[in-house]
């Protein structure tokens, strides 16, 4: 089995040197460069082959969201694999909208980047039970505050999608375009803070947000 090749992406030095300590340890895996300037990383991908990306957020030179949308506009197979301090929602919503496929907090980067590497390549999305909790807390709070900043044909898209209909007899149902449903579904996924339809079913019928508006 060839190695699977791995660029990191961070501006601590120190951080860079634990993460190729921990990956130079397990079978089959090859840190084949690493940078503190995430603007390099489209060339630097490019010149190394690098399958994955683990990308720091906050760096100085650019941050790790843009730089991650420009190497998946570039590189669309590459799999990003976001190691950041924050676990706020608005960073991994961010990130995940950028193209990262999993996102992991620095603290459990030791325990869950492993982990994470054998899924994004199996092409699954991997949240750390650190943004999972926090993801959890959020959809705790009551769901009637985060909806009431749906406007009117959102709340009508919401309903549509979690009675299981697709984005074509949504726009038939209400007579607009596809393409403005795809952006009423992903204004209401970002106000929600959800990340696909699925979860969105989910907390719509679970907080009975299907009626009552």
């Known amino acids: ?56 957020i906050g760096m100085p030179s650019m941050n790790g969201i ?21 676990s706020e929602q608005k960073y991994v919503q961010d990130m995940m909208a950028a193209g990262a496929s999993a996102y992991i907090t620095k603290v459990e980067a030791a325990e869950e980047l492993l982990r994470a590497i054998m899924l994004v390549l199996q092409n699954r999305k991997y949240l750390c039970p650190d943004v999972t909790e926090a993801r959890i807390n959020v959809m705790a709070q009551d769901p009637k505050v985060a909806a009431s900043s749906l406007t009117n044909r959102e709340r009508q898209v919401l309903r549509l999608v979690a ?13 607009i375009s596809l393409s403005t449903v795809e952006v009423h579904r992903r204004n209401i996924l970002r106000k929600l803070n959800l990340h696909n339809a699925v979860e969105l079913t989910h907390y719509a019928m679970s907080h009975d947000l299907l009626g009552g508006w």
Do not use: W
């Open 163 to 175: 009675m299981g209909n697709t984005s074509m007899i949504i726009a038939e149902r209400l007579n």
């Open 1 to 56: 089995m060839k190695n699977i090749r791995i660029l990191l992406v961070d501006d601590h030095q120190m951080f860079r040197n634990a993460l190729r300590s921990l990956l130079e340890k397990a079978a089959n895996l090859e840190v084949v460069g690493e940078t503190g300037d995430a603007s390099e990383i489209v060339s630097l991908v490019r010149s190394s082959s690098a399958q994955i990306v683990c990308m720091d």
């Open 66 to 86: 843009e730089a991650t949308r420009q190497l998946i506009a570039a590189f669309p197979t590459v799999k990003v694999i976001a190691l950041s301090t924050y």
